[in-house]
Nanobody, 115 residues
């Protein structure tokens, strides 16, 4: 099965930045769906950002202008650059890819933004 390994989470003050990475054990070159989700305590998991194999991106309204999703196919990695972080961004962040009709999730990485 496909494995996704996330890194880059941590504790940051409001206004700070973090970059999350998600590296896949399979080639991502042809994958048309890679995305980042997050789940805060007591809340449902929600989509944060997605990117297609053509580079088209979409974002949750509350992160537009602050977060940027990108992919490096040579490294089999998708990134989430998070700037101007707010306490409400605090959550566990998960990457997800679709491979041959199946969904694969990363293990999650904690992002905590202090006020």
């Amino acid at each position: 099965q496909v494995q996704l390994v996330e890194s880059g989470g941590g504790l940051v003050q409001a206004g700070g930045s973090l970059r999350l990475s998600c590296t896949a054990s399979t080639s991502i070159f042809s994958l048309n769906f890679m995305g980042w989700y997050r789940q805060a305590p007591g809340k449902q998991r929600e989509v944060v950002a997605v990117i297609t194999n053509g580079g088209t991106t979409n974002y949750k309204d509350s992160v537009k202008g602050r977060f940027t999703i990108s992919r490096d196919n040579a490294k089999n990695t998708v990134y989430l650059q998070m700037n101007s972080l707010k306490p409400e961004d605090t959550a566990v962040y998960y990457c997800k890819i679709h491979v041959q009709g199946l969904e694969y999730w990363g293990q999650g990485t904690q992002v905590t933004v202090s006020s």
